[in-house]
């Protein structure tokens, strides 16, 4: 705490002379779905994408195996999509960050709400500040107009479906406010965005 508090003038510093970077959107539109974002918005236009997702149940050598392929297509310019859910998406995500490449993050529940009072101090913490201040990261987080996007939701059920398959289970659909929906909704998203 007193770390946080005495590196208070410099974030601010970077905030005061970065505003753009900082600045809430509640309206970003993209790939026909609205998000609240913050950061860089020039990595939405970037025509090389690539979308990170890992199984829970992926083990160490295959997160590691990933890793090197994201690594590889990001040092040849292409941007990284991740909702950063399970750990081995969390990995690549911090990997990424700490080698200094772009990443474009989706969140479920990321932001103040509009019109509550930490609206307008908000800014991300720790290593998102971080990546932000230096225009490598865009944080995205879906409007629940989006997560009720009828080609999100059909994605959603056709993924459960296919994993029930994969499990040998029968398919039992899931409330569209269950945080599994909501999880599984993020990767749609993100496949969406960097198929655009």
Not at 74 to 79: P, R
Not at 89 to 104: C, D, H, K, N, S
Not at 142 to 169: C, M, N, W, Y
Not at 176 to 185: D, E, G, H, M, P
Request: charged share 25%; aromatic share 10%.
């Amino acid at each position: 705490m007193i770390d946080y508090a005495k590196d208070n003038p410099r974030r601010l510093w970077i905030k005061s002379h970065n505003p753009e970077l900082f600045r809430l959107h509640r309206r970003t539109e993209a790939a026909g779905l609205s998000f609240t974002s913050m950061g860089n918005h020039f990595l939405l236009d970037w025509p090389d994408k690539q979308m990170v997702e890992m199984s829970r149940s992926a083990t160490t050598d295959e997160v590691k195996e990933r890793v090197q392929s994201v690594l590889a297509a990001a040092h040849n310019g292409t941007i990284t999509y991740t909702a950063a859910i399970s750990k081995g998406e969390q990995f690549i995500a911090r990997t990424l960050r700490e080698q200094g490449y772009p990443l474009v993050v989706l969140l479920n529940d990321g932001f103040p709400k509009e019109g509550s009072p930490h609206e307008r101090y908000y800014k991300p913490g720790g290593v998102y500040f971080e990546a932000c201040s230096k225009g490598q990261l865009l944080l995205l987080e879906p409007t629940e107009q989006s997560f009720l996007d009828t080609g999100i939701q059909a994605a959603v059920e056709e993924t459960l479906r296919r994993k029930a398959g994969v499990r040998h289970s029968t398919y039992t659909p899931i409330p569209l406010t269950s945080q599994r929906y909501r999880f599984v909704s993020l990767n749609e998203m993100a496949k969406r965005l960097t198929q655009e």
